[in-house]
DNA sequence: GTCTATAACGAGATAGAC
DNA sequence: GTCTATCTCGTTATAGAC
Protein backbone atom coordinates (compact mmCIF):
# COMPACT_ATOMS: atom_id res chain seq x y z
CA UNK A 1 0.00 0.00 0.00
CA UNK A 2 0.89 3.70 -0.54
CA UNK A 3 0.45 5.23 2.58
CA UNK A 4 -1.68 6.12 5.17
CA UNK A 5 -4.03 9.01 4.04
CA UNK A 6 -4.85 10.82 7.80
CA UNK A 7 -3.63 7.94 10.42
CA UNK A 8 -1.65 10.55 12.27
CA UNK A 9 0.81 8.38 14.08
CA UNK A 10 1.35 5.88 11.13
CA UNK A 11 4.81 7.57 9.89
CA UNK A 12 8.13 7.16 11.99
CA UNK A 13 8.51 10.86 12.35
CA UNK A 14 5.36 11.41 14.27
CA UNK A 15 5.67 8.14 16.29
CA UNK A 16 9.08 9.57 17.47
CA UNK A 17 8.40 12.83 18.32
CA UNK A 18 4.29 11.39 19.98
CA UNK A 19 7.09 9.37 22.03
CA UNK A 20 9.58 12.51 22.85
CA UNK A 21 6.61 14.66 23.63
CA UNK A 22 5.52 12.34 26.29
CA UNK A 23 9.11 11.61 27.94
CA UNK A 24 10.35 15.40 28.09
CA UNK A 25 6.47 16.28 29.66
CA UNK A 26 7.08 13.43 31.99
CA UNK A 27 10.98 13.35 32.64
CA UNK A 28 12.24 16.78 31.03
CA UNK A 29 14.19 17.25 28.62
CA UNK A 30 17.47 16.52 30.56
CA UNK A 31 14.99 13.17 32.00
CA UNK A 32 15.12 11.17 28.46
CA UNK A 33 17.39 10.00 25.87
CA UNK A 34 17.61 9.09 22.09
CA UNK A 35 17.72 5.38 23.49
CA UNK A 36 14.71 5.69 25.63
CA UNK A 37 12.51 7.09 22.07
CA UNK A 38 14.26 4.47 20.02
CA UNK A 39 13.48 1.33 22.06
CA UNK A 40 10.10 2.27 22.91
CA UNK A 41 9.69 2.49 19.45
CA UNK A 42 11.82 -0.73 18.55
CA UNK A 43 14.32 0.99 16.56
CA UNK A 44 17.80 1.82 17.09
CA UNK A 45 18.99 5.37 17.49
CA UNK A 46 21.06 5.58 14.10
CA UNK A 47 17.34 5.26 12.96
CA UNK A 48 16.14 8.35 14.90
CA UNK A 49 19.55 10.59 14.04
CA UNK A 50 18.38 10.22 10.07
CA UNK A 51 14.67 11.77 10.96
CA UNK A 52 16.05 14.09 13.25
CA UNK A 53 19.38 14.94 13.26
CA UNK A 54 20.27 16.07 16.96
CA UNK A 55 18.43 16.47 20.11
CA UNK A 56 18.63 20.04 19.77
CA UNK A 57 16.65 19.57 16.08
CA UNK A 58 14.31 16.96 18.03
CA UNK A 59 13.24 19.55 20.59
CA UNK A 60 12.88 22.55 18.57
CA UNK A 61 10.37 20.05 16.64
CA UNK A 62 8.69 19.19 19.63
CA UNK A 63 7.89 22.75 20.58
CA UNK A 64 6.88 23.63 16.70
CA UNK A 65 3.94 20.68 16.40
CA UNK A 66 3.21 21.69 20.17
CA UNK A 67 2.75 25.05 19.73
CA UNK A 68 0.87 24.75 16.61
CA UNK A 69 -1.32 22.09 18.16
CA UNK A 70 -2.48 24.20 21.39
CA UNK A 71 -2.95 26.91 18.64
CA UNK A 72 -5.46 25.31 16.40
CA UNK A 73 -7.14 24.83 19.62
CA UNK A 74 -7.08 28.05 20.56
CA UNK A 75 -8.75 29.19 17.22
CA UNK A 76 -11.12 26.61 17.86
CA UNK A 77 -11.98 27.90 20.92
CA UNK A 78 -12.33 30.96 19.53
CA UNK A 79 -14.72 29.76 16.99
CA UNK A 80 -17.08 28.32 19.23
CA UNK A 81 -18.55 31.54 19.83
CA UNK A 82 -18.81 31.70 23.46
CA UNK A 83 -18.44 34.33 26.18
CA UNK A 84 -15.23 35.34 27.37
CA UNK A 85 -15.93 33.51 31.07
CA UNK A 86 -16.46 30.43 29.36
CA UNK A 87 -13.31 31.03 26.62
CA UNK A 88 -11.30 31.21 29.52
CA UNK A 89 -12.90 28.13 31.47
CA UNK A 90 -12.13 26.60 27.78
CA UNK A 91 -8.69 27.73 27.69
CA UNK A 92 -7.80 26.14 31.93
CA UNK A 93 -9.70 23.04 30.11
CA UNK A 94 -6.25 22.48 27.76
CA UNK A 95 -4.05 22.24 30.54
CA UNK A 96 -6.56 19.94 32.63
CA UNK A 97 -6.28 17.59 29.49
CA UNK A 98 -2.72 17.74 29.62
CA UNK A 99 -2.33 17.42 33.03
CA UNK A 100 -4.92 14.55 33.11
CA UNK A 101 -2.41 12.71 31.56
CA UNK A 102 0.20 12.56 33.81
CA UNK A 103 2.07 15.27 32.15
CA UNK A 104 3.27 18.35 32.26
CA UNK A 105 2.69 21.49 29.71
CA UNK A 106 5.58 20.89 27.17
CA UNK A 107 7.06 24.42 27.51
CA UNK A 108 5.94 24.37 31.63
CA UNK A 109 8.71 21.58 31.23
CA UNK A 110 10.99 23.49 29.11
CA UNK A 111 10.86 27.01 31.16
CA UNK A 112 12.29 24.39 34.55
CA UNK A 113 15.11 23.57 31.64
CA UNK A 114 15.45 26.48 29.96
CA UNK A 115 19.15 27.47 31.06
CA UNK A 116 20.08 24.27 29.46
CA UNK A 117 18.08 24.17 26.40
CA UNK A 118 19.89 25.40 22.77
CA UNK A 119 19.00 28.75 21.29
CA UNK A 120 16.37 27.47 19.06
CA UNK A 121 14.33 25.95 21.65
CA UNK A 122 15.01 28.85 24.08
CA UNK A 123 13.04 31.17 21.60
CA UNK A 124 10.47 28.59 20.16
CA UNK A 125 9.89 28.08 24.44
CA UNK A 126 9.36 32.18 24.69
CA UNK A 127 7.26 32.33 21.79
CA UNK A 128 5.09 29.83 22.99
CA UNK A 129 3.99 31.94 26.37
CA UNK A 130 4.38 35.32 24.34
CA UNK A 131 1.41 33.37 21.54
CA UNK A 132 -0.78 32.43 24.75
CA UNK A 133 -0.33 35.60 25.97
CA UNK A 134 -1.63 37.64 23.11
CA UNK A 135 -4.48 35.15 22.63
CA UNK A 136 -5.90 35.38 26.10
CA UNK A 137 -5.30 39.32 26.19
CA UNK A 138 -7.63 39.59 23.46
CA UNK A 139 -9.98 37.06 25.23
CA UNK A 140 -10.05 39.53 28.39
CA UNK A 141 -10.13 42.72 26.54
CA UNK A 142 -13.12 41.45 25.27
CA UNK A 143 -14.99 40.25 28.19
CA UNK A 144 -14.05 44.20 30.07
CA UNK A 145 -15.93 45.39 26.72
CA UNK A 146 -18.74 43.28 27.03
CA UNK A 147 -18.95 43.12 30.93
CA UNK A 148 -18.44 39.86 31.97
CA UNK A 149 -15.38 40.10 33.31
CA UNK A 150 -13.90 42.79 35.37
CA UNK A 151 -10.17 43.34 36.16
CA UNK A 152 -7.51 46.02 37.30
CA UNK A 153 -4.62 46.67 35.15
CA UNK A 154 -3.88 45.94 32.11
CA UNK A 155 -5.34 43.02 29.86
CA UNK A 156 -2.01 41.86 29.52
CA UNK A 157 -0.84 41.30 33.21
CA UNK A 158 -3.48 39.99 33.64
CA UNK A 159 -2.82 37.25 30.60
CA UNK A 160 0.55 36.79 32.32
CA UNK A 161 -0.94 35.86 35.78
CA UNK A 162 -3.48 33.33 34.08
CA UNK A 163 -0.53 31.64 31.66
CA UNK A 164 1.74 31.58 34.66
CA UNK A 165 -0.82 30.95 37.73
CA UNK A 166 -2.23 27.43 35.74
CA UNK A 167 1.44 26.83 34.78
CA UNK A 168 2.25 26.77 38.41
CA UNK A 169 -0.85 25.13 39.20
CA UNK A 170 0.01 21.92 36.76
CA UNK A 171 3.76 21.79 38.64
CA UNK A 172 2.58 21.49 41.57
CA UNK A 173 -0.63 19.69 41.32
CA UNK A 174 1.88 16.79 39.53
CA UNK A 175 3.88 15.51 42.74
CA UNK A 176 0.25 15.38 44.63
CA UNK A 177 -1.43 13.31 41.50
CA UNK A 178 -4.11 15.57 42.30
CA UNK A 179 -5.95 16.95 38.95
CA UNK A 180 -8.98 18.12 41.46
CA UNK A 181 -6.17 20.64 43.34
CA UNK A 182 -5.51 21.82 39.68
CA UNK A 183 -9.10 22.68 38.95
CA UNK A 184 -9.39 24.31 42.27
CA UNK A 185 -6.49 26.51 41.46
CA UNK A 186 -7.58 27.03 37.77
CA UNK A 187 -11.21 28.32 39.27
CA UNK A 188 -10.08 30.65 41.64
CA UNK A 189 -7.26 31.68 39.36
CA UNK A 190 -10.47 32.97 36.83
CA UNK A 191 -12.84 34.09 39.17
CA UNK A 192 -9.86 36.51 39.87
CA UNK A 193 -11.05 38.49 36.31
CA UNK A 194 -14.82 37.79 36.80
CA UNK A 195 -16.13 39.52 39.83
CA UNK A 196 -16.70 43.36 39.56
CA UNK B 1 43.27 28.21 63.56
CA UNK B 2 40.24 25.45 65.27
CA UNK B 3 37.49 26.29 63.06
CA UNK B 4 35.34 29.37 61.88
CA UNK B 5 32.47 29.56 64.68
CA UNK B 6 29.93 30.52 62.23
CA UNK B 7 31.34 31.63 58.85
CA UNK B 8 28.73 30.15 57.55
CA UNK B 9 30.07 28.55 54.12
CA UNK B 10 33.87 27.66 55.19
CA UNK B 11 33.35 24.03 55.41
CA UNK B 12 33.07 21.52 52.68
CA UNK B 13 29.71 20.28 52.86
CA UNK B 14 28.21 23.56 53.04
CA UNK B 15 30.46 24.60 50.04
CA UNK B 16 29.33 21.62 48.14
CA UNK B 17 25.01 22.19 49.17
CA UNK B 18 26.11 26.07 48.33
CA UNK B 19 27.49 25.09 44.47
CA UNK B 20 24.80 21.92 44.37
CA UNK B 21 21.91 23.98 45.07
CA UNK B 22 22.68 26.67 42.95
CA UNK B 23 23.06 24.29 40.22
CA UNK B 24 20.00 22.26 40.60
CA UNK B 25 18.01 25.84 40.58
CA UNK B 26 19.62 26.88 37.49
CA UNK B 27 19.65 23.60 35.76
CA UNK B 28 17.89 21.15 36.86
CA UNK B 29 18.62 17.87 39.15
CA UNK B 30 19.10 16.35 35.78
CA UNK B 31 21.50 19.06 34.66
CA UNK B 32 23.96 18.93 36.34
CA UNK B 33 26.44 16.78 37.73
CA UNK B 34 28.59 15.59 40.40
CA UNK B 35 32.08 16.95 38.03
CA UNK B 36 30.51 20.53 37.56
CA UNK B 37 30.14 21.07 41.66
CA UNK B 38 33.80 19.60 41.75
CA UNK B 39 35.38 21.66 39.41
CA UNK B 40 33.99 25.03 40.48
CA UNK B 41 34.94 23.83 44.15
CA UNK B 42 38.53 22.75 42.85
CA UNK B 43 38.03 19.39 44.35
CA UNK B 44 37.54 16.03 42.95
CA UNK B 45 34.07 14.33 42.90
CA UNK B 46 35.47 11.37 45.02
CA UNK B 47 35.50 14.17 47.87
CA UNK B 48 32.27 15.19 47.06
CA UNK B 49 31.56 10.89 47.23
CA UNK B 50 33.12 11.04 50.42
CA UNK B 51 30.92 13.83 52.06
CA UNK B 52 27.52 12.67 50.23
CA UNK B 53 27.35 9.14 49.49
CA UNK B 54 25.44 9.54 45.67
CA UNK B 55 23.50 12.19 44.03
CA UNK B 56 20.34 10.58 45.56
CA UNK B 57 22.25 11.67 49.48
CA UNK B 58 23.04 15.39 47.98
CA UNK B 59 19.75 16.02 46.90
CA UNK B 60 17.66 14.85 49.80
CA UNK B 61 20.43 17.02 51.93
CA UNK B 62 19.77 20.27 49.56
CA UNK B 63 16.02 19.63 49.94
CA UNK B 64 16.11 19.33 53.74
CA UNK B 65 18.75 22.69 54.16
CA UNK B 66 16.64 24.54 51.63
CA UNK B 67 12.98 24.05 53.93
CA UNK B 68 14.65 24.48 57.02
CA UNK B 69 16.01 27.66 56.03
CA UNK B 70 12.27 28.54 54.13
CA UNK B 71 10.96 27.72 57.36
CA UNK B 72 13.65 30.07 59.40
CA UNK B 73 12.27 32.54 56.98
CA UNK B 74 8.46 31.82 57.94
CA UNK B 75 9.11 32.15 61.38
CA UNK B 76 10.92 35.42 61.22
CA UNK B 77 7.59 37.23 59.02
CA UNK B 78 5.43 35.82 61.55
CA UNK B 79 7.30 37.23 64.43
CA UNK B 80 7.25 40.53 62.92
CA UNK B 81 3.78 40.72 63.93
CA UNK B 82 2.97 43.00 61.11
CA UNK B 83 -0.79 42.54 59.52
CA UNK B 84 -2.08 39.56 57.26
CA UNK B 85 -1.22 41.47 53.96
CA UNK B 86 1.81 42.36 54.85
CA UNK B 87 2.90 38.85 55.98
CA UNK B 88 1.61 37.74 52.36
CA UNK B 89 3.94 40.34 51.03
CA UNK B 90 6.80 39.03 52.39
CA UNK B 91 5.69 35.85 51.73
CA UNK B 92 6.20 36.95 47.71
CA UNK B 93 9.47 38.79 48.70
CA UNK B 94 10.83 35.61 49.28
CA UNK B 95 10.26 34.22 46.32
CA UNK B 96 11.63 37.16 44.84
CA UNK B 97 14.74 36.94 46.29
CA UNK B 98 15.08 33.76 44.81
CA UNK B 99 13.86 35.06 41.40
CA UNK B 100 16.32 38.15 41.40
CA UNK B 101 19.10 35.34 41.83
CA UNK B 102 18.16 34.33 38.70
CA UNK B 103 17.80 30.99 40.31
CA UNK B 104 13.91 29.34 40.51
CA UNK B 105 12.90 27.90 43.36
CA UNK B 106 14.43 25.06 44.23
CA UNK B 107 11.58 22.34 45.02
CA UNK B 108 10.06 24.16 42.09
CA UNK B 109 12.30 23.28 40.21
CA UNK B 110 12.56 19.56 41.48
CA UNK B 111 8.71 19.56 40.79
CA UNK B 112 9.05 19.72 37.55
CA UNK B 113 12.17 16.73 37.64
CA UNK B 114 9.70 15.15 40.18
CA UNK B 115 8.95 11.58 38.06
CA UNK B 116 12.60 11.38 37.68
CA UNK B 117 13.59 11.74 41.58
CA UNK B 118 14.70 9.03 43.98
CA UNK B 119 11.92 8.27 46.62
CA UNK B 120 13.65 10.39 49.53
CA UNK B 121 13.90 13.50 47.72
CA UNK B 122 9.86 13.17 45.88
CA UNK B 123 8.54 12.89 49.42
CA UNK B 124 10.50 15.82 51.00
CA UNK B 125 9.39 18.26 48.07
CA UNK B 126 5.87 17.34 48.82
CA UNK B 127 6.40 18.77 52.31
CA UNK B 128 8.17 21.52 51.34
CA UNK B 129 4.81 22.42 49.81
CA UNK B 130 2.75 21.21 52.51
CA UNK B 131 4.57 23.44 55.06
CA UNK B 132 4.46 26.34 53.04
CA UNK B 133 0.71 25.83 52.65
CA UNK B 134 -0.11 24.85 56.15
CA UNK B 135 1.86 28.52 56.89
CA UNK B 136 -0.42 30.11 54.38
CA UNK B 137 -3.68 28.90 55.28
CA UNK B 138 -3.41 30.26 58.73
CA UNK B 139 -2.32 34.30 57.68
CA UNK B 140 -5.02 33.67 55.33
CA UNK B 141 -7.31 32.70 58.24
CA UNK B 142 -5.73 35.44 60.04
CA UNK B 143 -7.01 38.12 57.98
CA UNK B 144 -10.51 36.50 57.24
CA UNK B 145 -10.98 36.81 61.41
CA UNK B 146 -9.48 40.37 61.42
CA UNK B 147 -10.97 41.60 58.44
CA UNK B 148 -7.96 42.55 56.73
CA UNK B 149 -8.04 39.78 54.06
CA UNK B 150 -11.36 38.81 51.58
CA UNK B 151 -11.56 35.39 49.85
CA UNK B 152 -14.09 32.78 49.28
CA UNK B 153 -13.86 28.72 49.83
CA UNK B 154 -11.41 27.21 52.12
CA UNK B 155 -7.98 29.15 53.18
CA UNK B 156 -6.12 25.66 52.52
CA UNK B 157 -7.80 26.20 48.49
CA UNK B 158 -6.54 29.88 48.60
CA UNK B 159 -2.86 28.72 49.92
CA UNK B 160 -3.09 25.99 47.34
CA UNK B 161 -3.18 29.09 44.90
CA UNK B 162 -1.08 30.92 45.60
CA UNK B 163 2.24 28.80 46.07
CA UNK B 164 1.14 27.28 42.48
CA UNK B 165 0.74 30.96 41.22
CA UNK B 166 3.84 32.28 42.54
CA UNK B 167 5.72 28.89 41.47
CA UNK B 168 4.15 29.19 38.33
CA UNK B 169 5.12 33.23 37.95
CA UNK B 170 8.68 32.18 38.49
CA UNK B 171 8.92 29.31 36.39
CA UNK B 172 7.39 31.78 33.28
CA UNK B 173 9.45 35.09 34.55
CA UNK B 174 12.95 33.22 34.31
CA UNK B 175 13.12 32.63 30.30
CA UNK B 176 11.86 36.01 30.25
CA UNK B 177 14.67 37.29 32.17
CA UNK B 178 11.77 39.57 33.48
CA UNK B 179 11.61 40.08 37.64
CA UNK B 180 8.84 42.84 36.77
CA UNK B 181 6.65 39.99 35.26
CA UNK B 182 6.79 38.25 38.64
CA UNK B 183 5.88 41.28 41.03
CA UNK B 184 3.25 42.10 38.73
CA UNK B 185 1.89 38.28 38.64
CA UNK B 186 2.18 38.33 42.66
CA UNK B 187 0.57 41.33 43.47
CA UNK B 188 -2.50 40.39 41.42
CA UNK B 189 -1.99 37.02 43.18
CA UNK B 190 -2.06 38.55 46.47
CA UNK B 191 -4.58 41.18 45.51
CA UNK B 192 -7.54 38.49 44.78
CA UNK B 193 -7.34 37.55 48.45
CA UNK B 194 -7.23 40.99 49.09
CA UNK B 195 -10.63 42.27 48.33
CA UNK B 196 -13.56 42.53 49.15
C1' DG C 1 39.69 14.62 53.94
C1' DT C 2 41.42 14.59 49.51
C1' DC C 3 43.85 12.51 45.84
C1' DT C 4 44.89 9.14 41.70
C1' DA C 5 43.30 5.64 39.10
C1' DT C 6 39.99 3.06 37.20
C1' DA C 7 35.87 0.66 36.51
C1' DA C 8 31.34 0.39 34.40
C1' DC C 9 27.91 2.35 32.10
C1' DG C 10 25.07 5.50 29.25
C1' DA C 11 24.58 9.25 25.97
C1' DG C 12 24.94 11.57 21.51
C1' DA C 13 26.61 10.98 17.23
C1' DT C 14 28.62 9.07 12.66
C1' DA C 15 30.15 5.73 8.81
C1' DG C 16 28.95 2.55 5.91
C1' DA C 17 26.43 -1.91 4.80
C1' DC C 18 21.95 -3.56 3.45
C1' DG D 1 14.85 3.99 6.04
C1' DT D 2 16.98 1.09 9.16
C1' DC D 3 20.73 -1.63 10.77
C1' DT D 4 25.51 -2.88 12.85
C1' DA D 5 29.50 -1.24 14.51
C1' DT D 6 32.14 2.04 16.52
C1' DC D 7 33.78 6.33 18.53
C1' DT D 8 34.11 9.75 22.07
C1' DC D 9 32.83 11.73 25.93
C1' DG D 10 30.47 12.49 30.33
C1' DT D 11 28.67 10.57 34.60
C1' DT D 12 28.47 7.95 38.78
C1' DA D 13 30.89 5.36 41.74
C1' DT D 14 34.67 2.67 44.19
C1' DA D 15 39.44 1.10 45.88
C1' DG D 16 43.31 2.30 47.87
C1' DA D 17 47.37 5.56 48.45
C1' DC D 18 48.72 9.74 50.90
Given at each position: ???????????TPSAILDLAERLVQVRGFNGFSYGDVASELGVTTAALHYHFAGKAELGAALIARYAARFGDALAEIEAGGDDPPTKLEAYAGLYLDVLSDQRMCLCGMLAADYQTL???MRDAVVSFFDENEVWLARV?????ADGTLHFTGSATEAAQMIVG???????????????????TAAHRLLASVAHP
Amino acid sequence: MARRTRGAETDTPSAILDLAERLVQVRGFNGFSYGDVASELGVTTAALHYHFAGKAELGAALIARYAARFGDALAEIEAGGDDPPTKLEAYAGLYLDVLSDQRMCLCGMLAADYQTLPKQMRDAVVSFFDENEVWLARVLEQGKADGTLHFTGSATEAAQMIVGGLEGAMLVARPYGDTERFQTAAHRLLASVAHP
